[in-house]
């Protein structure tokens, strides 16, 4: 059993760190701390935070972080030792949802590279990019991007070592053992193999964010015409 570990990042903001490692199973045990926090509120509490494998809490000033360390240190020892808290049961909101995916050259220009450097054709990327069903683990390091993962191994590859000063809204790029959506043309380092016509983010809409951690997801792939009908 992994014994979580509680520290103050600042004066108004505490970390629970579960592990270092990207795991289904890890995420899913923060995704479920989220949402019994979110559910039971604390004199104080601002919002949290999930990553891959840790859950960042926000405070104002009148909530001491002391106090609350050791408020959720007593938490995580009852639950875990007795064993009754069930990272699975809080995770029903949880869906998957289909996101159409434009591999065409146009969007996908970092294909001719990664079926050089991989050794894949790029039929048989897109084949393995979007056969699989992805879970999305955090939301950051932009508002609404969504971490996705994993990848199958043959489409792992590093981060672009110059990273590309534009990357259109819509992107989806792949780095590491980890897929995105870019949801703003904005600079970066991951490899574009595609485009999706829907917006993720959106921060005049009710829901602003498409996807959220916990969800699961499965690019569909589409033609060029048929992403020119959802403009």
Not at 2 to 22: G, K, L, M, V
Not at 63 to 82: A, R, S, V
Request: aromatic share 10%; charged share 20%; hydrophobic share 35%.
């Amino acid at each position: 059993m992994i014994i979580p570990r509680i520290y103050s990042i600042h004066d108004q903001a505490i970390t629970i760190e579960f592990s270092q490692t990207i795991d289904e199973q890890i995420n899913m045990q923060v995704i479920a701390w989220q949402y019994e926090i979110e559910s039971n509120p604390f004199p104080g509490f601002i919002e949290c935070v999930p990553a891959y494998s840790s859950l960042t809490i926000y405070v104002n000033s009148d909530c001491n972080i002391d106090d609350l360390k050791n408020h959720l240190q007593k938490k995580i020892n009852i639950t875990e030792n007795k064993n009754h808290f069930n990272v699975f049961s809080n995770n029903q909101d949880a869906k998957t949802i289909e996101i159409p995916v434009c591999y065409d050259s146009e969007f996908g220009f970092d294909l001719p590279w990664l079926s050089n450097t991989l050794k894949l054709s790029i039929e048989e990327i897109i084949q393995l990019h979007s056969e699989h069903i992805y879970r999305v683990y955090m939301i950051g390091f932009i508002p609404g991007f969504p971490y996705m993962g994993v990848l199958p191994a043959q489409l792992e590859t590093s981060r672009k070592q110059n990273p590309s000063l534009k990357i259109p809204t819509g992107s989806i790029g792949v780095a590491g053992k980890q897929t995105g959506i870019y949801p703003a043309e904005i600079p970066g380092g991951w490899h574009i193999i595609g485009k999706t016509p829907l917006t993720i983010f959106d921060k005049s809409s009710e829901s602003i964010c498409l996807l959220k951690a916990g969800d699961r997801v499965k690019f569909i792939p589409i033609t060029k015409k048929e992403f020119d009908q959802f403009q």
